[in-house]
């Protein structure tokens, strides 16, 4: 993965806590690159002039492994991010992603070991519940643990990505929160003019691209580029 210069950050693959833990931290000569090995594994790559940009998506339903794989890490990226978003199934059955969204105790307990502990700024990126006054009392919790940014994906996790996302929840928690942390705002951003109607939200600090970078990850929107959240 290589820095996106139309980007203030870019956040790499999700991986899951126990495969990165335990990896040596090799310096490829022959690339220039810095690589994350297990039993002739490799797990992750980053160059070291990605480090300011680059965001170590973690996927992870335990603290103290948590706290393990981001200090891996740690030297390497810029920011932690906690993914508790991801409504596949292996996350799910895995305790991790969107299932944190329903065991907050525990989803409180891994940010805030993570902060306390791991050595570098944490994120984390969460989905709407099915009710507005939860989702705010569950960003709530979130944001005391210290965290440095919240993305927010504008769908539950039960919808599917061809169900309109609900972009009023971006208002609901940026009104509220807006003016304590970086709110990023993720989800049915396609094209310029949806980038714009999501700065046009009082409180939205930034947007995060995912599929609509596919088919031009370089520059998906022409020369436009969403502010910088961090």
Known sequence: MRFDPCSD??????????RIIGCDRIVNELLGTVDFVKKGVLNFR?????????????????????????KTVAQDVAYVDVNCGCPKRFSLQGG???????????????????????????????????????TLALVERIINTGISALAVHCRTRDMRPTDPGKWEIWQAI??????????????????????????????????????????NPVRPFGTRRPRPAL
């Open 9 to 18: 950050y870019v956040y790499g693959p999700e991986i899951v806590d126990k």
């Open 46 to 70: 980053c160059l070291p002039s990605e480090k300011p940009y680059l965001i170590f998506q973690l996927g992870t339903a335990d603290p103290d492994l948590a706290v393990q794989a981001a």
């Open 96 to 134: 991790m992603g969107a299932a944190l969204l329903y065991e907050p105790d525990k989803l409180i307990k891994i940010l805030t070991n993570l902060v306390e502990h791991a050595g570098v700024p944490i994120t984390c990126k969460i989905r709407m519940l099915e009710d507005k006054d939860a």
């Open 174 to 215: 940026a009104e509220r929160f807006g003016d304590r942390i970086p709110i990023i705002a993720n989800g049915d951003i396609f094209e310029g003019d949806d980038m714009d109607r999501a700065f046009e939200i009082p409180g939205i600090a930034s947007v995060m691209l995912a599929r609509s970078a596919d088919p």
